[in-house]
């Protein structure tokens, strides 16, 4: 299904689906040490079309780096990419050409904070046409350890394509549908490289990294191995190939937002066979890689850059 597009004009731009914003006197971005007032948004970011956001802030940082390799982006001399929000610790975010870098940290209502304050941003900054991608890494079912899965389908941990947010003491269920045309082009740009598998499958989403997905190494645990394997085998057979923590919220608030995205990751094991990750460093660093090159390589054709 393709995402709902109800809050972008004609032109692009994005529209807020939130009457209040328009009454404050400023709005200030917290988390990103940002404000209306404080800073002209749309002279620093009024050119932006890709947002790329993954857990890590150095992670982030080293696909920014990437990227003003990828797209042939000149630094002046002697000077280096700039942390915007080294003002806060609490994300990362640089900005080279037309793509912003931001961290989004670990788990849902991180990436939930993330969301509503860069979607601000861009609104505030007159932004038109943006496309978002999360890149990062996850637990692999079925897959060998470092293969690619593009979420076709963001699923929460009872494999609803939803999710279920608490406001005003109530359950509002949002939709996490995905672009259905942005996912395809983005498993041609992943077939241009054979050096690595890439594929589409459902991605499940939970609220923990041990319990929520079946491990046996937590702190807590009062289920089986059998239980485990059982339920991996089960929702493997409904099409799920990797889960992490982000992916549905990631989904769902830019389907309400009317904005298109996707999920890139990397499998760094394969959950059917073990619970805890052994690879070495540089192996790992390899494969995180992965989702960053098949991103740039969609912004470069995008921006009708010529492969390297």
């Not at 990751?265 to 460093?281: F, I």
Request: hydrophobic fraction near 40%; charge should be neutral.
């Amino acid at each position: 299904m393709e995402t709902c597009r109800r809050n972008v004009d004609l032109n692009g731009g994005i529209h807020l689906p939130n009457p209040h914003i328009a009454t404050m006197e400023e709005d200030v971005l917290y988390h990103f040490a940002l404000g209306t007032k404080s800073h002209d948004l749309k002279k620093m970011f009024g050119d932006v079309k890709f947002v790329c956001t993954g857990g890590s802030p150095k992670r982030m940082q080293s696909f920014a780096y990437l990227l003003v390799e990828e797209l042939g982006h000149q630094l002046p001399a002697g000077q280096t990419l700039v942390n915007i929000t080294k003002a806060t610790d609490r994300y990362s975010m640089f900005k080279v050409g037309p793509v912003l870098s931001v961290s989004h940290g670990m788990g849902i209502p991180s990436i939930s904070i993330m969301l509503h304050e860069i979607i601000k941003l861009l609104s505030h900054a007159g932004c038109q046409d943006v496309t978002f991608f999360r890149i990062g890494t996850s637990g692999g079912l079925g897959l060998t350890p470092g293969t690619v899965v593009i979420t076709e389908q963001a699923v929460d941990a009872l494999l609803k394509p939803s999710m279920e947010f608490a406001i005003l003491g109530k359950k509002v269920t949002r939709p996490a549908d995905l672009d259905r045309g942005l996912t395809n082009q983005l498993l041609d740009c992943a077939m241009a490289d054979d050096h690595f598998q890439t594929v589409l499958g459902k991605t499940m989403c939970t609220d923990d990294f041990y319990e929520g997905q079946a491990r046996l190494d937590g702190a807590l645990c009062d289920y089986t191995e059998e239980d485990k394997m059982q339920f991996l085998r089960e929702i493997y057979d409904k099409g799920v190939r990797n889960i992490e923590m982000e992916c549905i919220c990631f989904a769902a608030m830019l389907n309400q937002a009317g904005l298109k995205g996707a999920v890139v990751c990397a499998t760094l094991l394969d959950r059917l066979k073990g619970d805890q990750v052994s690879t070495p460093h540089e192996i790992m660093s390899e494969w995180q890689q992965r989702p960053q090159k098949i991103v740039a390589r969609y912004i470069r054709r995008q921006l009708g850059i010529s492969s390297k």
